[in-house]
């Protein structure tokens, strides 16, 4: 089934620890977005890119990179690990003809 | 810049009542909109969707309707189910919009609770 991947579903870091959250698409979706989602709280944000080989910050990017060297993966990295990354994360893509796409999340916590 | 914003919640209501969620939204151009639901522990689903002026959108009898001249999205139900209960977010798009990035930008959420 086409859709969006995200490994691991869940994971436990330690302060200081770093981590690759993976996202793979197989839709050819150009667009593709990092949102965090806090507890009782909205998404935002964190990078997105258009296309392989761009990508640009969003509102939440501090403590955060992201690489697109291909137009089906779009990691996001943390290094250095703090409890405010404490938070779920998904991953979206937006094209023809799905439209928004989510991943199901990957629950990450830091102690 | 583009912002959404919702009712606060949580929104609690006996099975049967008729449902608004109020959203409305400030944004340049012409964005679309949409009404995404989130189960416990699940991620986010596509509602409904408008994706101009006085577009109505509707799903499982969920409605919105597009109105550009209020800059607003309430979402409603004229009869709501315990299978109902869920937070519920209002996003819009920018892609049609000065940017062109197709960043969704969401408000913060509604909780509905549905008593029997």
């Known amino acids: 089934n086409a859709g969006v991947t995200q490994t691991p579903k869940f994971r436990i870091l330690k302060i200081g620890q770093s981590m690759t959250l993976q996202c793979t698409q197989d839709?050819?979706?150009?667009?593709m977005y990092w949102y965090r989602q806090d507890p009782g709280m909205g998404l935002k944000l964190i990078y997105y890119s258009v296309g392989a080989g761009i990508t640009d910050k969003g509102e939440v990017p501090n403590g955060y990179n992201v690489s697109r060297s291909t137009t089906e993966d779009f990691p996001l990295r943390l290094e250095l690990a703090a409890p405010s990354q404490t938070s779920v994360y998904f991953c979206?893509?937006?094209?023809?003809?799905?439209?928004?796409?989510f991943g199901s999340g990957t629950r990450l916590t830091v102690v | 810049g583009n912002s959404v914003t919702q009712m606060e919640g949580p929104v609690t209501l006996s099975e049967e009542a008729f449902l608004t969620i109020n959203c409305t939204y400030t944004?340049?151009?012409?964005?679309?909109l949409f009404w995404y639901v989130q189960y416990p522990g699940e991620g986010l689903q596509l509602l409904l969707k408008?994706?101009?002026?006085?577009d109505k959108g509707s799903n499982k009898g969920f409605e919105a309707t597009y109105r550009k001249e209020t800059t607003s999205f309430h979402l409603e139900k004229g009869s709501v189910q315990v299978s109902d209960s869920a937070v519920y977010f209002c996003?819009?798009?920018?892609?049609?919009?000065?940017?062109?990035?197709?960043?969704?930008?969401f408000g913060q959420g509604t909780t509905l609770q549905v008593k029997p």
């Open positions: 408008a994706t101009k002026a006085d």
């Open positions: 996003a819009l798009s920018d892609l049609q919009g000065s940017s062109n990035t197709g960043k969704l930008i």
């Open positions: 944004a340049t151009g012409y964005p679309s």
């Open positions: 979206v893509t937006m094209g023809e003809p799905y439209g928004y796409t």
């Open positions: 839709m050819n979706h150009n667009y």
